[in-house]
């Protein structure tokens, strides 16, 4: 079996593919263009691919009869894969839910800290040589501790924040979700509106959906308290940017996190300017031995598929 892997993976995982199947390292750390995923869909018999890999409609349209059978994605996110056209081409997807649940949300603690004790601005203040000692009043924060928490979108990662918001600090948990959900702390079901406009801290952990693109407008930023922080570790296009830096500039809400970016790995020169805002570049699975795991799980799809076996981990 030929298999493509779109960009070099820890050594561990790149030696168990090798010596399992006709492996071809993709050169290169960006993603896959469509002329490269024409290619790989008409020359390989899987391929896993990641983030940004350009997997649309017009790549199976221009390959009637691949011979992919397999697109095992790197990643638990998979936007960038048209899964219903994939799915006429008789392509299978899959994806590595669970192995990123505890990093993705470590780094939404990590922002929701740094954010909220405005911990990046102060690093570049003593960075800079302009940190003349400490006083009273110096760069006053938000206290997290205790304060109310919406998660929007409670799956495995978005528990994963409630649980060390809640256990952790203190924090009241709210959530919006598409179906009800039995958890072992406390958490108040509301609408979007509602969840919004209780929080003092809105982290943003849905999926990258047609119904999710543009989740956070200036419609539903306006519904946040003033103080609020936005913190967004799901995929950039949740959130329409353009209106993030309108509402930040204009003290709709108070201050940002960012991990993604709606036109990654463009970031905005005017987010890149506000002291109010912490960027991340896309940190949220970024530990080796989370990296590892996710690259044995795409691995383990592979090789169930040249088995014969069920996929482990289908979309």
Same mark, same amino acid.
């Given at each position: ?62 390959? *009637? =009869?691949?011979?992919?059978? #397999?697109? %095992?994605?790197? @990643? ?6 048209? !899964?219903?056209? &994939? ?98 702390? *406390? =958490?108040?079901?509301?609408? #979007?509106? %509602?969840?919004? @406009? ?6 943003? !952990?849905?999926? &990258? ?99 014969? =076996? ?6």
């Amino acid at each position: 079996m030929k298999l493509m892997i779109s960009r070099r993976l820890p050594e561990s995982v790149m030696a168990e593919a090798a010596a399992r199947f006709d492996l071809t390292d993709r050169a290169g750390d960006g993603p896959m263009s469509h002329d490269e995923c024409v290619a790989a869909l008409r020359d390989y018999d899987a391929v896993i691919p990641t983030l940004g890999d350009a997997f649309r409609a017009a790549a199976f349209a221009a390959v *009637p =009869a691949p011979r992919c059978k #397999l697109l %095992a994605n790197f @990643g638990v996110g998979y936007n960038h894969i048209d !899964a219903r056209a &994939a799915a006429g081409a008789g392509v299978a997807v899959t994806n590595t839910p669970g192995a990123v649940t505890d990093a993705t949300a470590d780094i939404a603690l990590t922002l929701i800290l740094m954010t909220a004790r405005r911990a990046g601005e102060g690093e570049r203040l003593v960075r800079a040589g302009d940190w003349h000692g400490w006083h009273p009043t110096q760069m006053l924060g938000m206290h997290v501790t205790g304060k109310t928490v919406a998660i929007i979108g409670m799956g495995r990662i978005g528990q994963a924040i409630a649980r060390r918001c809640h256990f952790g600090f203190g924090c009241r948990i709210v959530h919006v979700s598409r179906s009800p959900k039995t958890l072992d702390f *406390p =958490a108040e079901a509301m609408t #979007l509106e %509602a969840a919004l @406009g209780a929080a003092d801290v809105v982290v943003l !952990a849905v999926p &990258a959906t047609a119904e999710t693109h543009h989740l956070m407008k200036a419609e539903t930023l306006a519904a946040m308290q003033a103080h609020a922080i936005l913190v967004n570790i799901a995929r950039g296009d949740v959130v329409d940017e353009a209106a993030l830096i309108s509402a930040l500039k204009s003290g709709t809400i108070a201050a940002a996190g960012l991990d993604v970016y709606e036109f990654e790995p463009q970031v905005p020169d005017a987010l890149k300017m506000m002291e109010n805002v912490t960027l991340l570049p896309h940190l949220g699975t970024a530990a080796l031995e989370v990296r590892k795991a996710m690259g044995r799980m795409a691995l383990a799809n592979v090789i169930a598929m040249a088995d014969g =076996a069920p996929l482990p981990n289908p979309v």
